[in-house]
């Protein structure tokens, strides 16, 4: 298993190209199912998350090539309708293959999903969702069977809490059903708009995403498609807090303001300053350390869950108590006693983590546990005195494409240690 070898203290400075989003590129290539000619994806990022659902299409039938960041699928034919537990486990997204095989080939047999360990994550929505479409469903060891002989039919669907996993399934089976799916209380997610973006290109009819209801009209074939995969909003979030906690400055590239949601104004809060410029955004701490705020995660456009993680980090060290607040998973504070290590002052309650800034932590060894709880421990470990090291990368593999390379770039004094 692979380390990683931090010496913290050295303030960034340069330019970070900021990589297509995983959490949209592993949606659309699940697209590539629905069609029986090519689907052609640019920025997508060469993850571990994105070989194993390449793997994965590829047991269905789908020839794929990859040059630089395209990727170009093609699933002329489905070879097989069942996607294994070896191939699943890992990785929550690749359950979404479900929807787009009942919808081409009207069985599937799915394992049930793995993904990082941050909360019970069950697809009973997802589920409940492909059976208002008419699907009959089985659990079965581990397994789900799904068959719907007739076809997917367009249904009326509510969901009772946002779900940006299941949103994004009910559209992927939508597209291809028979009539009209309405989708209410819609995740707003800008990888949500990805999806429908993409979708139309290859013919769908995908309305309103980007807003609380969705609408798809089923079409009985989509045709082949180029689409772009936008920027990724996590790593560009981290990379902000990144020199926010080190101090120097950083000009992201290819980054979006308009992705940022709340975030953008809680960065602003904690004394960063962020400036749009021409492909990208210029990024730096205005003080010597950041002032504490308090964020509650929230789907978008509230604060993401996905950046809770390294906000902590960044509050570890910043000046005043900070309380964030976790809605959407039950167990996403592992990071909290990895940052203890390091001398951070967090106090677990429940949903809540009070964290008390202190004035510089220090270099520890530390387990990565999930994926953007590792991004955490790398920003404490840039930011902390001596030497920090990361066991388990691979964690970040799945999330966060040459995460090294793009540090070292900047002076940071990174390194993966390989065991
Ligand atoms: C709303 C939200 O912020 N979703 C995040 C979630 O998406 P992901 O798609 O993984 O999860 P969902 O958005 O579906 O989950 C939101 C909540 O709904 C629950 N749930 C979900 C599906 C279901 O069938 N039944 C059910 O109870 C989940 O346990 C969770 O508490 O994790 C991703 C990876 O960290 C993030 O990128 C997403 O931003
Ligand atoms: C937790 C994540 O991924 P997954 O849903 O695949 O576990 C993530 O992207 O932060």
């Not at 630089?68 to 990785?91: C, F, N, Q």
């Not at 589920?127 to 009326?156: C, N, Q, R, S």
């Not at 999930?370 to 920090?388: F, K, N, P, W, Y």
Request: with cysteine; charged share 25%; aromatic share 4%.
């Amino acid at each position: 298993m692979d380390k990683l070898a931090i010496i913290g203290g050295r303030p960034l400075y340069g330019d970070i190209p900021i990589s297509g989003a995983k959490n949209s590129a592993l949606k659309v290539m699940a697209a590539a199912l629905l069609s029986d000619e090519p689907l052609t994806l640019y920025n997508v990022p060469r993850l571990a998350d994105v070989d194993m659902l390449l793997r994965l299409l590829e047991q269905h039938g789908t020839a794929s090539s990859f040059e630089g960041s395209t990727l170009r699928l093609h699933a002329k034919d489905i070879t097989s309708t069942e996607a294994p537990y070896d191939l699943v486990r890992k990785m929550r997204a690749s359950f979404n293959v479900l929807g787009p095989l009942l919808a081409r080939e009207r069985k599937a047999k799915v394992s049930l999903p793995g993904g990082c360990a941050i909360g019970a994550r069950p697809v009973d929505l997802h589920l409940k969702a492909l059976t208002a479409m008419g699907a009959k469903i089985e659990l079965d060891e581990g397994y789900v069977f799904a068959e719907a002989p007739e076809g997917l039919k367009g249904a009326d669907i509510a969901f009772p809490f946002v779900s940006v996993g299941a949103t994004e399934h009910a559209m992927l089976a939508a597209v291809r059903a028979t009539g009209t799916t309405t989708i209410e209380n819609a995740a707003r997610e800008p990888e949500i708009t990805d999806l429908a973006e993409c979708l139309n290109a290859m013919g769908g009819k995908v309305m309103g995403s980007g807003t609380s209801t969705i609408t798809v009209e089923g079409v009985a074939h989509l045709h082949a498609a180029e689409h772009q995969v936008l920027p990724d909003r996590i790593e560009t979030g981290a990379y902000i807090m990144a020199v926010a906690a080190t101090g120097g400055e950083l000009e992201l590239k290819g980054a979006r303001a308009d992705l940022l949601g709340a975030a953008w104004a809680v960065l602003e809060e904690v004394g960063i300053n962020l400036e749009e410029i021409d492909g990208g955004l210029r990024v730096k701490r205005l003080g010597d350390r950041c002032t504490a705020t308090d964020i509650v995660t929230q789907p978008f456009p509230g604060f993401p869950t996905d950046l809770q993680a390294q906000f902590m980090a960044l509050m570890t060290m910043a000046d005043g108590v900070s309380t964030i607040k976790e809605t959407i998973f039950e167990n996403r504070f592992m990071h909290a006693p990895e940052l203890g290590r390091m001398g951070a002052k967090i106090a677990v309650d429940g949903q809540t983590a009070t964290v008390r800034g202190v004035a510089r932590l220090k270099g520890a060894p530390v387990m990565a546990t999930d994926l953007r709880a590792s991004m955490s421990l790398v920003i404490a470990g840039l930011a902390a005195e001596g030497q920090t090291m990361v066991n388990r990368v691979y964690h970040l593999d799945r999330g966060f494409e040459r995460l090294e390379e793009k540090l070292q770039a900047c002076g940071a004094l990174i390194e993966r240690v390989k065991e």
